[in-house]
């Protein structure tokens, strides 16, 4: 069983940057694949952003270049950092992980095996 407990979501304006944090409990999590995921009012959840376990890196054409997935293997930690907001950046955002050992980073929903409760994240016009 895998624990997955997000941070950093709040109010910013556009423009304007956050940083998301998802920490991992267990002792294997330099093996995990992670994944950020996003889901706004009446819309499908989508994928944002992957890392692997070798830590290469996957993004969402939306957010390529404004956002950047990261990992901290010795805080079990990974994050999103979130800049040039916009207000079609506002959703809840989840974190999830893999545990296959992909060498690549997964971009689909059912290639994760545990998620998050996520975090809110809004960003005024």
């Known amino acids: 069983q895998v624990q997955l407990v997000e941070s950093g979501g709040g109010l910013v304006q556009a423009g304007g940057s956050l940083r998301l944090s998802c920490a991992a409990s267990?002792?294997?999590?330099?093996?995990?694949?992670m994944g950020w995921f996003r889901q706004a009012p009446g819309k499908v959840r989508e994928f944002v952003a992957g890392i692997s376990m070798y830590s290469s890196t996957s993004y969402a054409d939306s957010v390529k270049g404004r956002f950047t997935i990261s990992r901290d293997n010795a805080k079990n930690t990974v994050y999103l950092q979130m800049n040039s907001l916009k207000p079609d950046d506002t959703a809840v955002y989840y974190c999830?992980?893999?545990?296959?050992?992909?060498?690549?980073?997964?971009?689909?929903?059912?290639?994760?095996?545990?998620w998050g409760q996520g975090t809110q994240v809004t960003v005024s016009s």
């Open positions: 999830a992980a893999d545990l296959s050992r992909s060498a690549l980073p997964r971009r689909q929903e059912n290639e994760y095996d545990y």
């Open positions: 267990g002792r294997l999590f330099s093996v995990y694949g």
